[in-house]
């Protein structure tokens, strides 16, 4: 079980430090994570930091399940989300497209047997 885990980058000493942290904040599918419906699952949320500040529109839940998500596999999503928006953040541009189709990240796309960046072609 995941609760925070968090990768940070900074390619040169010129460009703003980027973080990414993935966290169960007891969200679930409908909102609230309510463990007394069967149909429901906790799920982890990302958030994208820039010079140790949030990043407007970059914090959206995912469909990473907080129960059953691997430490690996979470290393696996922050890579893929950091990989998304790590250009972007350091050219200026906004991040909101591309963190809101990140929230479509799910287990199947974080297994060991998935290429980690596979989903990266269909992002803007």
């Known amino acids: 079980m995941i609760t925070y885990q968090e990768t940070e980058r900074q390619d040169n000493e ?6 990414v942290c993935l966290e169960d904040i007891g969200e679930g ?3 609230e994570y309510n463990e007394d419906d069967p149909n429901d699952m906790p799920l982890l949320r ?3 930091f820039k010079d140790h500040e949030a990043v407007e529109d970059s914090s959206y839940c ?5 129960d059953t998500i691997t430490e690996e ?4 999503a922050l890579n893929i989300i950091m ?4 250009d972007k953040l350091q050219s200026g541009d906004s991040v909101k497209r591309t ?3 990140l929230s479509w990240l799910e287990m199947g796309d974080v ?3 998935s290429p980690v960046y596979g989903m990266l072609k269909d992002i803007d």
């Open 14 to 19: 010129d460009d703003a430090p980027v973080v």
């Open 29 to 31: 599918i409908q909102g």
């Open 46 to 48: 990302f958030t994208v």
């Open 62 to 66: 995912t469909q990473l399940n907080v």
């Open 73 to 76: 596999q979470a290393t696996r």
């Open 83 to 86: 990989e998304a928006v790590y």
């Open 99 to 101: 963190c809101e189709q």
């Open 111 to 113: 297994k060991n047997d």
